[in-house]
């Protein structure tokens, strides 16, 4: 695709998902590729076995692109509904029914690379708090944020000054939400404009998600164009998330992470709609993650 002539933005490319990628040597160790702590869910909709689950997947995609350790804390009430997903996902209770603020999730955030927030949460006083509460302290020790859903409301709230790793992944009607206005289909500037104001103002990586996909700092701006409509479906946005985690944990910067996380969905969303059609689910995404992955890594 050829931007238009004057556009202050560029495409991410191979080269930019090779250096993204992984590199591992022989002493490597799950500790030493970074760790991911994901909170989400809520027991008060009736979906709350699809929050359970969505939460579980944002760990195994994760987990896919790179990240050694990953754990997921859901409330207690859809525990057992999240650990049923996959073996290979560590879940723990936090809460009852509603997330809470805790001890051990702030020990755990203080320890980790990335914490992942917000699929499931709501906009009750106390989700809002706790994520409050959790953005803060992920803010104090450095660790990387990745905020969707419920968690931009919380994201926009705080009143400090946000570090540039904090990334938010607003669909459009999610971004209109959080600027207060609507955000314009085309043309492709105007929407560059709206994304980069909104990365400025708050401080954040933004990725406003759609057929083209906008990063941004407020400062630099990448553009992901999707060969296929294929992820427009439930779910495909939380494995993003957890993609993007991954690409974070493993030492990137958030707008290299949220560029090549978003280029890495899309690539698969294309492969797959050769093989499916429009019939694709969120569990594919992650299923086919290693064999495009793959053709991007580093050895040695």
Request: charged residues 20%; positive net charge; hydrophobic residues 45%.
């Amino acid at each position: 695709m050829a931007l238009p002539r004057g556009l202050r933005a560029s495409l991410i490319t191979a080269g930019d998902m090779r250096k993204a990628a992984a590199k591992r040597d022989e002493e490597s160790d799950k500790y030493g590729h970074g760790t991911v702590v994901i909170v989400g869910g809520s027991s008060r909709y009736f979906g709350a076995p699809v929050l359970a689950t969505n939460s579980a997947m944002q760990c195994i995609a994760a987990l896919r692109v790179g990240a050694g350790h990953v754990r997921c804390y859901v409330p207690r009430s859809i525990l057992d509904l999240a650990r049923s997903f996959s073996p290979n996902a560590i879940v723990e209770g936090l809460g009852k029914s509603l997330i809470t603020f805790s001890p051990v999730v702030k020990r755990d955030i203080e320890r980790s690379s990335v914490l992942v927030l917000g699929m499931g949460i709501g906009y009750s006083a106390q989700e809002q708090e706790a994520s409050r509460k959790m953005i803060l302290c992920a803010m104090e020790s450095g660790t990387k944020v990745v905020a969707d859903a419920g968690a931009m409301a919380a994201v926009k709230a705080m009143t400090m000054p946000i570090p540039s790793n904090v990334v938010i992944t607003p669909h459009e009607k999610e971004l209109s939400r959080f600027t207060g206005f609507a955000i314009p289909k085309e043309p492709i500037r105007r929407r560059i404009a709206i994304a980069k104001a909104a990365a400025q103002e708050h401080g954040v990586t933004l990725v406003l998600k759609g057929h083209t996909t906008i990063i941004t700092d407020g400062k630099n701006t990448r553009l992901n164009v999707a060969r296929t409509p294929a992820l427009a479906t439930m779910g495909t946005g939380d494995v993003l998330c957890g993609i993007i985690a991954g690409y974070a944990a493993i030492g990137n910067s958030a707008i290299d992470a949220a560029a090549a996380g978003v280029r890495l969905h899309s690539l698969i969303g294309d492969t797959l709609y050769g093989k499916m059609g429009n019939h694709i689910i969120a569990t594919d995404v992650i299923d086919a993650i290693p064999a495009v992955a793959r053709k991007f890594e580093r050895y040695g």
